[in-house]
């Protein structure tokens, strides 16, 4: 889905904006449609419904955000060995066996996940940088090619990402867990 379709739009806004843009659109079909074709207009915004109580659900299972904020002041003070048992805890409630990658050779890639037979590498030990650039993510895709790795997840807690890494994450099929996201992966239960 395009990240600016109508429908992700409305699955990042607040749930009850979608049943408001269902109202107008029933209320357009009885204002603009001919009586015996207010059903068919009425139902346009079913597939709008469907996303409002999508978001709806997604929204109300969301952590609270004073706990979000809680968890990510827990994770700036953390050092490395316990941030890392705190993420491997987390992705295996999660369903996943996590191994821990050692120090030597491979430096890229901090723990592998699998599930199902796919593998995912993570590489989470730069955490607390302020700025992540291309270098890590390109260290963590070699990582993932020679791994056989069908997924890499580069963990940048509390910095920032510039545009040219979050692209190559993207063309790369890295997925990069920042702030909110961190937090709402270590508080999911």
């Given at each position: 889905?395009?990240?600016?379709?109508?429908?992700?739009?409305?699955?990042?806004?607040?749930?009850?904006?979608?049943?408001?843009?269902?109202?107008?659109?029933?209320?357009?079909?009885?204002a603009?449609?001919?009586?015996?074709?207010?059903?068919?207009?009425?139902?346009?915004?079913?597939?709008?419904?469907?996303?409002?109580?999508?978001?709806a659900?997604?929204?109300?299972r969301a952590?609270?955000?004073a706990?979000?904020?809680?968890?990510?002041?827990a994770?700036?003070?953390?050092?490395?060995r316990?941030f890392?048992?705190?993420?491997?805890?987390?992705?295996?409630r999660?369903?996943?066996?996590?191994?821990?990658l050692?120090t030597g050779?491979?430096?890229?890639?901090?723990?592998?996940?699998?599930?199902?037979?796919?593998?995912?590498l993570v590489?989470?030990?730069?955490?607390k940088?302020?700025?992540?650039?291309?270098?890590?993510?390109?260290?963590?895709?070699?990582?993932?090619?020679a791994?056989?790795a069908?997924?890499?997840?580069?963990?940048?807690?509390?910095?920032?990402?510039?545009?040219?890494?979050?692209?190559?994450?993207?063309?790369?099929?890295i997925?990069?867990l920042?702030?909110?996201?961190?937090?709402?992966?270590?508080?999911?239960?």
């Amino acid at each position: 889905m395009s990240e600016n379709s109508l429908f992700a739009v409305l699955l990042r806004s607040p749930w009850w904006i979608s049943f408001v843009v269902v109202g107008l659109i029933t209320l357009a079909a009885g204002a603009f449609l001919p009586k015996e074709y207010f059903v068919v207009g009425a139902l346009a915004g079913f597939p709008i419904f469907v996303v409002g109580c999508m978001a709806a659900w997604k929204q109300l299972r969301a952590p609270n955000p004073a706990k979000v904020a809680e968890m990510l002041d827990a994770v700036a003070s953390m050092p490395w060995r316990s941030f890392a048992d705190t993420l491997a805890t987390a992705w295996e409630r999660a369903g996943y066996t996590v191994e821990r990658l050692g120090t030597g050779g491979n430096n890229a890639a901090d723990m592998r996940l699998t599930l199902g037979g796919k593998t995912t590498l993570v590489s989470a030990k730069r955490w607390k940088a302020a700025t992540h650039g291309v270098e890590p993510l390109r260290e963590l895709q070699a990582a993932m090619v020679a791994a056989d790795a069908s997924a890499g997840v580069y963990v940048a807690a509390l910095g920032q990402v510039s545009d040219n890494a979050r692209i190559y994450a993207r063309d790369h099929g890295i997925v990069v867990l920042q702030g909110d996201a961190v937090a709402q992966l270590l508080l999911k239960r």
